[in-house]
């Protein structure tokens, strides 16, 4: 791979993505008014190029193309060059991946587009070659065919562009109209929640958990749902489809038993071959969906992996000034998992014989090896595999110092806040589970992170931070995780300000996402202009900001009692009437919403003197998981601050026998309980 001297115009970016190409050939531009002013002024189409800087096959591309000279001369003569980092933003990466998999019916990264200077796309695909192979065609090649038809009938592609955003347009409208036709206060039912539970059933892997044929993604949010299935005796199958998947998933080789942490996704059924690149979304989630699995099931295994996953975290991804890093890199040195494979001989050089043979014999470490001649370490063919091994433990730091020495693993150090809200929810839960105040510290942290660094004077969020700097217009889904963290917040510290908090950014999601024939826009309304406005109901790798918004606008209801909370939780809810029929199992976070809905739920207020009181029951309350309750601590110093986010609280008594306990159910509420183990029992039932 050639590299210049002369950097191009990303030099000045902060993402470390599009810093990775600012020396290439190339003469890259960044997203924004200079490059489409180029285009127009020369009469160039524009070439897209949009990726991450974790992704194996953005990498490939780089080195087989973007450092050619030979590609980099005819994109320079021919072309407006633009690199988008699709981590930093999203709702380009949205609107380019939903062009992608409607004209080809597949989509992925590196994503490849060519436009014209309005943005309007006529051509979408994905990785290719520098030259033709395999049946597959070269981008010398593609780029060739589109100059000569952009020279000889340019009205060709620009009528192609036209029609592909009419039809994208179109489309919309069509949405538009038949979610129009579902009114907010229609019952959705039962019926998506069962079908979602069967669905996963039916797709289950009874060998190896997972769902469906590789590659397998862990998909948490999925096994949440099933949790919740469990608890209100869905499907049976629910709690043994959860343990299995997750039992397995540590197993595999896309746990790294080593350094800790999950990768992305698997390549087999078996979960030994991961993609070896590490998301921080995927270790939050991950991270939530075992010490759920932990509450309810009071298994230590499922403890134990949350701790390392989370010492990972703290270890390699988080920042001196309080967030967290992004990803950690698939490749090193141009070899995909050169970083996380090894052969017997290397362990032995490390741990001596004797400790190396225990070592190779507990992680199935071979001569003949699992990947391309080396190992990754697993622990599939183990049946000890959930027993804590001290003396392995003890070997591990000289393997991870002999690992970081061996070679470079690229780490995107850029801070989202989407993904930080999500740690915040992980260690939250870790707090209440696993009863360390230094994990609600974390949380509480990150926080005050957020609001310094990601938050502009107006209180409007910002999407990313690096070296000082912070950029992008808040998204949808920004606001909707850091609600949800806020709400986690709230559960484990029951301290008003996070109700608040929660209220005031709900608040501008309705404000500036608003569809108005219901849910919300990826982008908001005064955000720069696309050529269309993006919208995610699915639930993909992470659930979508509109399924954790619903969750969230739920549990606001539900805690402050306002009825203008409710009617949007219901508008919300109803938006989703017509992929909950077609396909439900897709939407798996929006489901929880839906569950709080229609199945029984508690709300417990409880009225406390002093502080040795409310200590005894945030403790009790903390330990628990009750995700169809809502608890309100009132006290005689946040009465009156608790009173303006939930005004029904100002009609309970402080003078009484204290502390008193009112469950409600149903739109009943009990007579004072003045025992806490009787208010859990109820809980429980």
């Keep these: 791979m050639n590299t210049t001297k002369q950097p191009n115009k990303l030099i000045n970016e902060t993402s ?77 990466d949205s ?94 039912g039962t019926y998506p929640i069962e079908k979602a539970a069967k669905y996963f059933d039916r797709t289950f892997d009874e060998e190896y958990g997972g769902f469906g044929y590789p590659p397998k993604f862990p998909t948490p949010h999925n096994l949440m749902f099933l949790l919740r299935c469990h608890l209100l005796n869905i499907h049976p199958n629910a709690l043994k489809m959860v343990e299995k998947t997750l039992q397995q998933m540590y197993r595999g080789g896309i746990f790294d038993h080593i350094g800790y942490g999950f990768s992305r996704y ?44 989370l010492s990972y975290i703290g270890r390699e991804m988080t920042s001196p000034q309080g967030g967290f890093y992004s990803a950690q890199d698939a490749d090193s040195e141009g070899e995909e998992g050169r970083f996380y494979t090894f052969t017997p ?63 470079v693993l690229h780490k995107d150090d850029k801070i989202l806040s989407a993904w930080n809200a999500l740690m915040m929810v992980a260690y939250t839960k870790a707090y209440r589970v696993l009863g360390e105040n230094r994990y609600l510290s974390l949380a509480q942290q990150t926080a005050r992170f957020i609001r310094a660094n990601l938050t502009d004077r107006d209180g409007n969020l910002l999407i990313s931070y690096r070296e000082g700097k912070a950029k992008g217009s808040g998204l949808l889904d920004d606001y909707a995780y850091l609600c949800w963290a806020y709400l986690e917040l709230y559960d484990a510290t029951y301290s008003a300000q996070y109700l608040d908090g929660c209220e005031a950014l709900a608040q501008k999601v309705l404000d500036r996402f608003s569809d108005e024939s219901g849910g919300f826009f990826m982008n908001a309304a005064d955000s720069e202009s696309l050529i269309f406005r993006p919208k995610e109901l699915y639930d993909g790798a992470m659930p979508s900001g509109n399924s954790v918004f619903a969750y969230c606008l739920v549990r606001l209801a539900s805690l402050t009692g306002e ?123």
């Design 266 to 309: 698997s390549t087999d059924e078996k979960w030994l071959v991961p993609h070896f690149e590490k998301m921080l979304y995927d270790n939050a989630l991950l991270t939530i969906a075992l010490l759920e699995t932990a509450q309810i099931t009071q298994n230590p295994l499922y403890r134990d992996i949350a701790e390392k996953t």
């Design 95 to 188: 609107v380019y991946m939903n062009v992608c998999q409607a004209l080809t019916g597949s989509g992925g990264w590196p994503l490849t587009i060519l436009m014209t200077a309005d943005q309007k796309p006529f051509f979408a695909g994905t990785y290719f070659p520098k030259t033709s192979k395999y049946g597959r065609p070269g981008l010398l090649d593609l780029l060739d065919s589109v100059v000569k038809r952009w020279n000889d009938s340019p009205e060709k592609l620009h009528s192609a562009g036209n029609e592909i955003v009419a039809a994208f347009l179109q489309n919309n409208a069509v949405a538009m109209s038949q979610k129009v036709a579902t009114p907010a206060n229609q019952e959705i």
């Design 563 to 685: 009825s203008r909370w409710q009617q949007q939780a219901d508008r919300q809810i109803a938006s989703y009437s017509t992929p909950f029929s077609d396909h439900p199992a897709s939407f798996s976070f929006a489901l929880m919403a839906l569950m709080r809905t229609i199945y029984p739920s508690k709300e417990v207020v409880c009225v406390v003197g002093d502080k040795f009181q409310e200590t005894e029951i945030i403790q009790a309350f903390r330990r628990g998981f009750f995700p169809q309750t809502s608890v309100l601590i009132k006290t005689p110093e946040n009465a009156q601050h608790l009173g303006t986010i939930a005004p029904f609280t100002q009609s309970y008594p402080l003078e009484q026998p204290l502390p008193a306990f009112y469950v409600c159910q149903n739109q009943s509420c009990s007579p004072p309980i003045h025992s806490l183990d009787e208010v859990l029992q109820r809980l429980e039932m």
């Design 345 to 407: 001989a290397e362990i032995e050089s490390v741990l001596g014989k004797t400790d190396g043979e225990v070592f190779c014999k507990r992680f199935g470490v071979t001569e003949r090896g699992n990947f391309e001649g080396k190992n990754i370490l697993n622990l599939i063919d183990n049946p000890a595999f959930a027993k804590n091994n001290t003396e392995i433990d003890g070997m591990l730091p000289q393997l991870r110092e002999y690992r970081q020495n061996k070679t």
């Design 16 to 92: 470390p993505y599009l810093l990775q190409h600012a020396h290439n050939p190339v003469n890259w531009y960044p997203w924004g008014d200079e490059a489409f002013a180029k285009a127009k002024a020369e009469n160039k189409p524009i070439f897209l190029s949009i990726g991450y800087s974790t992704c194996h096959w953005c990498h490939v591309m780089e080195r087989e193309s973007f450092g050619d000279e030979e590609v980099a001369e005819y994109l320079n003569q021919h072309f407006v060059s633009i690199k988008v980092d699709k981590e930093e933003r999203p709702d380009i």
